[in-house]
């Protein structure tokens, strides 16, 4: 009995592994386990996905050069997302998918200036040059948002708001899908928008 | 003899302001910056021209005139077609125009796959001329000129992208006799009008299946296609960056299309444009059909 629970327990976790590769393949899609990531912060600390079930993360894709990624951080719209939904307990981390020698690259010690200059809120900023991360949750644009609710699942992935511009006077006024999206899930309501199209910059991968 | 003109481009800019007084055309130039915050981010800035033209010397009253707009921009940059792709925005214009005079909408010309780096967005590689058809009423005063302004925003990129803004504008007299043309500026425009994507002939047939994770959209021309691309018009159902796959048929040619990882619900028609061979191009409004099954294998050769 014990031998066969071993073996089963072997064969579910050759599966976990089989399907964490699958995702990799096919990408995130909201209503779908998000694909599970460790990654390096500014700070040098490791952060790793799994480690925050039970709480909600969202993933914001990064440009600081970005036309489209400027108008929500030079008007404070962005920081005030970070502030206001971290102070409500999820986990927000501000990712940079940049090759070195790309617009938007940036090395720790700039990320952590950058942030500090624009009183950036996130609960981490992730550094990923390879681009790798980005690849697996096809992050097109800068920004590009995704919401992972406490059970792992991507609640929604696309555009941070219904207004494709660069001009921050679009910011007011406009339906912003993460607060909608965040404010819909933790009151047990379904997410109206689970998906938009992502406007912006496209991401600086890697050649 | 003109009106003033302005640009603008947000915060920093430096603007030029000329009239070419040939064609009756007004041009603004601007040279666009970056703000300083991101040192390492600073950006070479591009110089993009944008006018609006006529083929036309004057309006003539019940009749209708194509205008352009022009946006000449430097090598390697490019601004966005209807649907940008996976990045990017399109241009737009807001038209500030006489009574009794009305602006349809712009036409735009069949555009390029830009591809970069896991994205594929559509547009114009160094520019484009976008015209747009004005109707005038025929009780327009016969006795006066008439002012033409253009409010436009575009986003242009190279490796990196710059928004931008220009107001335009064109003065012209109204006529009531036949217009007379500026020759340089018709054989541009009739150069462009060729290369607008045209409704396609009522024999061809056109279809779209939906098969699994792609459609196989089916065009029959009446001859066998060796080449053809398909722009989508609504963006999040196909996936951009996904190579096509077309197969010349013996009456057309069927182009398999990955769909979006974005598209959730089944779609009722596939629109866009076709381009065979890199210079035809057509209107395509294909109804889409559900199909449960792998479908046919489609091969080329």
Redesign the interface.
Known sequence: MNARRLSLVAGLTTAAIMLTAALAL??????EAAPDFTATDSTGKTQHLADYRGKYVVLEWHN?????T?KHY?SGNMENLQREWTARGVVWFTVISSAQG?????TAE?ENQ?MQ?MHAAPTAALLDPS?DL??LY?A??TPDMFIINPEGVLIY??AIDNR????ASDIPGATNYVSQALTEAMAGRPVSV????P????????? | MFLNRTVESGRLFRAAIFCGVATMACAASAHFG??K??P??E?SAPHVDVQLLTEQKAIQRGHSLWVGLQFQLPSGWHVYWQNPG????PPTVKWNLPTGLHAGDLQWPAPHRLE????V?YGYQDGVLLLAPIRVDSTVSPATAVTLQADV?Y?A?R?????GKANVALNLPVQSGSATLDSNAHALFEKTRAQLPKPTPAAWRIRAQSMGNAFVLSIATGKSEREGVFFPLD??EMDNAAPQKASPTTAGIDIRLQKS??L?KPIAQLRGVVEFGGSRAYEINAPVAESGAQGPSHQSQ
Do not use: W
């Open positions: 096919f990408a995130a899609r909201a209503g600081n050069g970005c036309p489209y400027r030079e790309e617009q938007g690259y940036m700039q950058y200059q681009g980005g690849h096809s097109k644009t992935e696309g494709a511009t660069p001009d689970p998906v938009s199209q406007y912006g910059c496209g991401v600086k991968y890697a050649h | 970056v703000a915050n991101n390492q981010n950006v996976d990045s990017g925005e970069s780096p896991s994205l967005d925003r986003l990129c490796e990196i992208c710059v928004p963006p999040g990882d974005q959730l």
